[in-house]
């Protein structure tokens, strides 16, 4: 069975700094990881993926994360934060060949001016 | 680009009662999905589709039923609504065939609460 965990329901960071949401998967096989963003009033829309090759991935508005296998984990960083980036983000997990896609529990990022 | 439409947006319903919730796609996507959002809770997987008349029970199925009739549209039933639920179910597509690598496209959403 595949699982996400995401430690941290809500995280207070100021404009202008840099920001980490954690996430932890479960899984015994190579997985594929997500991370989706939910703004205010708006859908989930896709932030990045991963699923091989360099273990940093790039994503939209200057978002990246990194696959550390050793340590089940897809962290989502940005080097400076903006008021825009307030929104509830989500890791997802899924794997080849499987189409169920498991979501952790979301982490509300609050930017603070 | 393509489109997700849930209806209704809002659903109110009483205790006991059979509920629909109907979801349609034209981006030509293999893959659906309906998921359950609470407060606190994240995304959990209720059903997904890979193909027409396909139902693949998720995390949180039971107390649900799913229907994949057409290719473009997927429908959920709560079985039998309990007393002062409220949350909010996600219809999402997917390009599918196999590789599970792919984007999932939400909709908007519907809101649903129970009396």
Known sequence: AQSVTQPDARVTVS??????????????GT????????????????????????????????????????????????????????????CAVSAYGNEKITFGAGTKLTIKP | GGIITQTPKFLIGQEGQKLTLKCQQNFNHDTMYWYRQDSGKGLRLI????????????????GYDASREKKSSFSLTVTSAQKNEMAVFLCASSIGRGTSQNTLYFGAGTRLSVL
Not at chain 1, 15 to 28: D, M, N, P, T
């Open chain 2, 47 to 62: 059903y997904y589709s890979i193909t027409e008349n396909d139902l693949q029970k998720g995390d949180l199925s039971e």
């Open chain 1, 15 to 28: 404009e202008g700094a840099s920001l980490q949401l954690r996430c932890k998967y479960s899984y015994s």
């Open chain 1, 31 to 90: 997985p594929y990881l997500f991370w989706y963003v939910q703004y205010p009033r708006q859908g989930l829309q896709l932030l990045l993926k991963y699923y091989s090759g360099d273990p940093v991935v790039q994503g939209v508005n200057g978002f990246e994360a990194e696959f550390i296998k050793s340590n089940s984990s897809f962290h989502l960083r940005k080097a400076s934060v903006h008021w825009s980036d307030s929104a509830v983000y989500f």
